[in-house]
């Protein structure tokens, strides 16, 4: 149980373009997901908070505007790489947490190439 | 602000070492410790976690203590195997269940047979 899936697994696009990445919580509800990203050899580093109904909670130094965040129901949320360049290029990866327990399940991430 | 330090890899044994991986941590209050394990084409995976000082973690062999006087977490296996190979990040969240986590750059573990 507590699956975390993302689509695509893998994306290429031209500079410019907009990606969206999505996140789902195949087996249980989830009231709060995260969005991180890793850069190669660095730690992951949180870039949203996302709760179903309402508007996410970035953190400082993410643009809200390029990373557009949408948390429509309990089961999916998504990210939106708008207008991507090459230094968005990354890899990004969702968490979700299981109402109750708070413990974050982890999607496999995707890897996001901006050419 | 937050930080977790852990030892850079990779770290290479040999099957049925002792295995010791560092996590040091910076963090205000009193934050939850976690580790994850990512194996190879998979998402993170919770290891263990211990949420208050003197709290020992254990699961698959793995053993880390919080210790908050010298603000550590150390991973230990007494018998590493084969199958124990993967990337293990020391994580803390500091605030309530609802937060992010903090994560170090993870720890690349390669186990020879």
């Known amino acids: 149980g507590a699956v975390v899936s993302q689509h695509p697994s893998r994306v290429i696009c031209k500079s410019g373009t907009s990606v969206k990445i999505e996140c789902r919580s195949l087996?249980?509800?989830?009231?709060?997901m995260f969005w991180y990203r890793q850069f190669p050899k660095k730690s992951l580093m949180l870039m949203a908070t996302?709760?179903?109904?309402?508007?996410?909670?970035?953190e400082q130094g993410v643009e809200k505007d390029k990373f557009l965040i949408n948390h429509a129901s309990l089961t999916l949320s998504t990210l939106t790489v708008t207008s991507a360049h090459p230094e968005d290029s990354s890899f990004y990866i969702c968490s979700a947490t299981l109402a109750g327990t708070y413990e974050q399940y982890f999607g496999p991430g995707t890897r996001l190439t901006v050419t | 602000g937050n930080s977790v330090t852990q030892m850079e890899g990779p770290v290479t044994l040999s099957e049925e070492a002792f295995l010791t991986i560092n996590c040091t941590y910076t963090a205000t209050g009193y934050p939850s410790l976690f580790w994850y394990v990512q194996y190879p084409g998979e998402g993170l995976q919770l290891l263990l976690k211990a949420t208050k000082a003197d709290d020992k973690g254990s699961n698959k062999g793995f053993e880390a203590t919080y210790r908050k006087e010298t603000t550590s977490f150390h991973l230990e296996k007494g018998s590493v195997q084969v199958s124990d190979s993967a990337v293990y990040f020391c994580a803390l969240r500091s605030g309530g269940g609802a937060d992010g986590l903090t994560f170090g750059k993870g720890t690349h573990l390669i186990i020879q047979p």
């Open positions: 996302s709760n179903e109904g309402s508007k996410a909670t970035y």
């Open positions: 087996d249980f509800q989830a009231t709060t």
